[in-house]
């Protein structure tokens, strides 16, 4: 059984593809080159799924916190469709915690105001006894900048030498202003940059982003939005 997928759109994730030169990379790669492929994709039965791309087999659902709450009107006879995990996840390999991980990013589109992580490195991790080595963090509309992200995150290594998750912050957020999220991937601690463009009166928000590594070294040095 599988909710309708509405604006997700899913993801391929088979072996690293990345070109980093950075320590340890090439490494990764070669250790994960026969990995598992995968389909991950966002549906509105509150659920991010992950499917073998070579049986079809769905090898686990994760429910965001963010949505759970929907989840009981589905079984209702009177049932009207809603949107939950409606967006469509980034993913990317990334460093932290001296190791490098293949991360998932994904917002909830019409579904909600938030976004959530998983670690997607190793699909034996994919059982309920290691569901911890999986989640990672989610950020909800407690956050009064936090709107419906409709765009993908850009995963990417910042000057610092965080890997963040960046994305705007969407639309119809609390505070109405549009800004953009630097998500550290490890912790998810978040850096904002706010335009100051916006007020509940007159709200705003931050569309898709793009960024640049203008010195062509794979690190982010400019956003766009």
Known sequence: VLGDIVNAQ???????FGSYTDSGYSTFKSTNASRTPMVYVGANDGMLHAFNA?????????????????????THASYAHQYSVDGSPAVGDVYYGSAWHTALVSGLSAGGKGLF??????PANFVENKADKVARWEIDGTD??????????????????????IVGNGYN????????????????AITKINTQAGSSGTPNGLSGVAVVSAADDGVADLVYA
Not at 10 to 16: F, R
Not at 62 to 67: C, I, K, N, Q
């Open 173 to 188: 957020s609390t505070n109405g202003k549009a800004v953009l999220y630097l998500i550290e991937i490890e912790t998810g």
């Open 54 to 74: 070579n049986t079809g087999a769905e090898l686990f659902a994760y429910v965001p916190a963010l949505v759970r709450d929907k989840l009981s009107a589905i």
């Open 117 to 122: 992580a998983l670690d997607v490195t190793t």
């Open 10 to 16: 899913p993801v391929y994730v088979k072996a690293p």
């Open 144 to 165: 009064a900048d936090m709107g419906h992200v409709f765009g993908r995150p850009i995963l990417a290594k910042m000057r610092d030498g965080k890997w963040r998750a």
